[in-house]
Nanobody
Framework: QVQVAESGGGLAQAGDSLRLSCVVS????????MGWFRQAPGKQRVFVAA??????????SDSVKGRITISRDRDNADNTVHLEMSSLKPEDKAVYYC??????????????????WGQGTQVTVYS
């Protein structure tokens, strides 16, 4: 059974940095693209960032571009990805979800491209 697990959320002050991590386990997939989405209170879940299975291509929403970096471990064997968030703003407060796409969809920004989702990790930013 495939499992997606996020970690690293928490409380941060505006301007601080946080690093989220995500591990995909339980599958035998060799090429897993990964994405991060977030859902702020009272709002719909939206795309944040994504990375191709090889790590060669990354995607960012305009709202986080320049402040957030997505990466994956060099050996890529355990499908671990990270989301480095800097210069945090109160509007970054949300539940952050990691998602995995092992089937090679070309639409990296679409939630429907991802078949496996984590439970989410809370990020709270105070000013």
């Amino acid at each position: 059974q495939v499992q997606v697990a996020e970690s690293g959320g928490g409380l941060a002050q505006a301007g601080d940095s946080l690093r989220l991590s995500c591990v995909v386990s339980g599958g035998t997939f060799s090429r897993v693209a990964m994405g991060w989405f977030r859902q702020a209170p009272g709002k719909q879940r939206v795309f944040v960032a994504a990375i191709s299975w090889s790590g060669a291509t990354t995607y960012y929403s305009d709202s986080v571009k320049g402040r957030i970096t997505i990466s994956r471990d060099r050996d890529n064997a355990d499908n671990t990805v990270h989301l480095e968030m800097s210069s945090l703003k109160p509007e970054d407060k949300a539940v952050y979800y990691c998602a995995a796409d092992p089937w090679g969809s070309t639409k990296r920004l679409a939630q429907t491209s991802y078949d496996y989702w984590g439970q989410g990790t809370q990020v709270t930013v105070y000013s």
